[in-house]
Each structure stands twice: as structure tokens, then as C-alpha cells.
């Protein structure tokens, strides 16, 4: 079991940045640094779109290529937390993202079913 509450969405302007955070409280025999974590957003009336994954040790990463350059997925297995460090933010990234949690492959993944756990989402919202 893994619960995820992701953090650090908001109202912003086109072009700045933010950085959203994402809590891992794991409650299994399986710690933190297991499971390979992932980035996704749903724009109202949209699908699930993928954004970023990372491996558990974190030497490896991966991203949708409209969001690579702009955006950029790191974790701090110390502190059990993903980061999404959002830069140049465009109002078609307005939209709620989740951060999801891979355990029984922990391999990066762009697929949003191939994630066993997920959190409850923050808003982030790009105004002009």
C-alpha cells in the first residue's frame, strides 16, 4: 500500500514557474526508493495525459516531448517526495496532475495503467 498526496499547484501566470510536490507514506515491506514514480495531468473534458517518470534510484527519466526542456521530475528518497519543477508554464498545461506510484514492475512507465497507486491531485491553473 502506498498513499500519495501530492502538493504546490495554484494560480500562476503564462511563463512563470512552479513546482509541485508529491508525499509517498509506504506501508508495506517495500520502501520508497522500490518504486518507480510518474507524473500525470487531466485537462477538464480531457484524458489522462502523461507527463514525466522516473526510476526508483532516479538515474533515469523520461518525458513527454512537448513538456521536455520545460518541466523536469526528480525525487529525494530521504524524504519519501517526487518533484515537478515547471518552468515556462503555457495555459494548455492548466489542468490537475497526479503523481502516481509503480511498484510491482518498477520501471519507468508513460502508461497510466501500468501505475498501482495514485494521489488525489492539485490544480494548477495558467492564466494570461
Known amino acids: 500500500q502506498v498513499q500519495l498526496v501530492e502538493s504546490g499547484g495554484g494560480l500562476v501566470q503564462a511563463g512563470d514557474s512552479l513546482r509541485l510536490s508529491c508525499v509517498a507514506s509506504?506501508?508495506?515491506?517495500?520502501?520508497?526508493?522500490?518504486?518507480?514514480m510518474g507524473w500525470f495531468r487531466r485537462a477538464a473534458g480531457k484524458e489522462y495525459e502523461f507527463v514525466a517518470t522516473?526510476?526508483?534510484?532516479?538515474?533515469?527519466?523520461y518525458y513527454i516531448d512537448s513538456m521536455k526542456g520545460r518541466f523536469t521530475i526528480s525525487r529525494d528518497n530521504a524524504k519519501n517526495t517526487v518533484y515537478l519543477q515547471m518552468k515556462n508554464l503555457k495555459l494548455d498545461d492548466t489542468a490537475v496532475y497526479y503523481c502516481?506510484?509503480?511498484?510491482?514492475?518498477?520501471?519507468?512507465?508513460?502508461?497510466?495503467?501500468?501505475?498501482?497507486?495514485w494521489g488525489q491531485g492539485t490544480q494548477v491553473t495558467v492564466s494570461s
Open positions: 502516481a506510484a509503480r511498484g510491482t514492475v518498477p520501471v519507468p512507465s508513460a502508461k497510466s495503467s501500468e501505475y498501482d497507486y
Open positions: 509506504v506501508v508495506s515491506r517495500r520502501t520508497f526508493s522500490m518504486y518507480a
Open positions: 522516473i526510476s526508483p534510484s532516479g538515474d533515469s527519466t
